[in-house]
Structure formats: structure tokens, C-alpha cells
């Protein structure tokens, strides 16, 4: 991950730890649990309920948080329920179902 200074790994983790003991833990909305967590538990094959339990298990396999952040986001996962897609992404289903086989599938 290319973080701009100041910020760091370690900065990064010491953010998200401390807004996950200030913000509700929600599935959905403002919360590190919806923003980070879940991302990281698909991208570490966990169910952690908390940042610190993610953060845990990136120091357990010898990796640092960015590693794990920049892994790709696979278009299937979902989270509470509904697909969560990057912008390219959405943009081609959106072309795809409004243009049906006229186009290749992605």
C-alpha cells in the first residue's frame, strides 16, 4: 500500500484499533467493522469479530496490515448480504444487464 506521510503501517493500525473501540460495531454504516474488518476477515480466511483480532492474525503469519489490504477484493464476496464492488466493476455489470449479449461477459 502506497500511504502518503505520515501515515504508515503502523499509524494505519493504531487508527483503526483505536475509531474500532470508539465506533458502534455494525455491519453496516461508519464503523472499522463494516470499513476494515470484513474485508480483512475474506482476505484471511477469519470470522474476527474485532480490528485487534484481524491484526492478531496478520502478526501470526509473519505479514504487516498493508500486505494484507492490498490483496484483490473478489466481485463475489458479499457483505451483510449485498455484493460490495469497486466503481469499474459496477459500471460494467451495469453495461452488461442494460446491453445484455451485445457485449462479452466480464
Known sequence: MNLPLPLTDKTMQ?????????????ETGVSVHALVTMGLNRR???NCTDFD??????????????????E??????KY???YSMVCSVLAAR?????????IPSF
Open 14 to 26: 493504531a487508527l483503526f484499533f483505536a475509531l474500532d473501540k470508539i465506533l458502534p460495531k455494525t
Open 44 to 46: 484471511l480466511g477469519t
Open 53 to 70: 483480532c484481524c491484526t492478531d492474525e496478520i502478526v501470526r503469519r509473519g505479514k504487516v496490515l498493508s500486505q494484507i489490504m492490498v
Open 72 to 77: 484483490q477484493e473478489m466481485d463475489e464476496w
Open 80 to 82: 451483510a448480504g449485498n
Open 94 to 102: 451495469g453495461w452488461q444487464n442494460g446491453l445484455g449479449d451485445a
